[in-house]
C-alpha cells in the first residue's frame, strides 16, 4: 500500500502522509551526499542458523557431488542416483528459500464463535445444506433463500446487504457455472 501511495506520490497527486503514516516528525536530509551521515535505519545482520562441522561437511559433500566422502560422512555405501536426489533437493531447497520472503501469502484462520449481531436482508443462493442461512438469522439477519438462479428473478433484491453463494458448494457439475452466472 506505501508502496502504491509513494508511486501516486512521485507521479503528481497529493497524498495527505500524515493521515497515512500517523505522527511523527521530519528529519532534514543532507544536501551533500558525502557527509557520511545516515540518516535510515541500519539493516540488522541476518543470523545465520547453527550448523555443526557434521552439517557443514554433509552438505559440501552432497553440493560438491563427492560420493565417497558422502558415503564415509554417513557410514553406508552411497549410489550415484542418491547423491543425484540429494543433490538436486538441496539446490531446490536453496533456491526455494532464497525467493520464499519475495512471495505474497495468504493466509486463513478460523473465527472463534463470536457475539456478532447482523443486520439488513441477506441474500443466501443455493441448497443451504450447511445451514448458513439458520446462522445469519440467528445473528439478526433478515434471510432470504433461494434454491437456483432462476428463483432469483421473482425476488426483489434491491436493499440486500449481502450476498452468500452456496452454489460451488453443489454436488452437480453446473455449480460453478451457477456461481460464474450469479456474478454477472
Known sequence: LLSSLAEAYVAGVEVDWRAVLGGGKTVALPTYAFQRRH????ARPTIAPETSAGDAAFWAAVEQGDVD????LLGVDATESALGALTDWRRRERADASVADWRYRVSWAPVTDTEAVLTGRWLVVGDDA???????????????????????????TTGVTGVVSVLALSE???????????LQ
Do not use: Q, Y
Not at 540518516?39 to 541500519?42: A, G, M, N, V
Not at 439458520?134 to 425476488?155: C, F, K, N, T, W
Open 39 to 42: 540518516f535510515w535505519p541500519e
Open 69 to 72: 566422502t558422502l558415503a564415509e
Open 130 to 156: 450447511g445451514g448458513i442461512g439458520s446462522v445469519l438469522a440467528e445473528r439478526g439477519a433478515e434471510v432470504i433463500e433461494v434454491a437456483d438462479l432462476p428463483g432469483i428473478a421473482s425476488i426483489d
Open 172 to 182: 452437480n457439475a453446473d455449480g460453478l457455472l451457477a456461481t460464474v452466472k450469479l
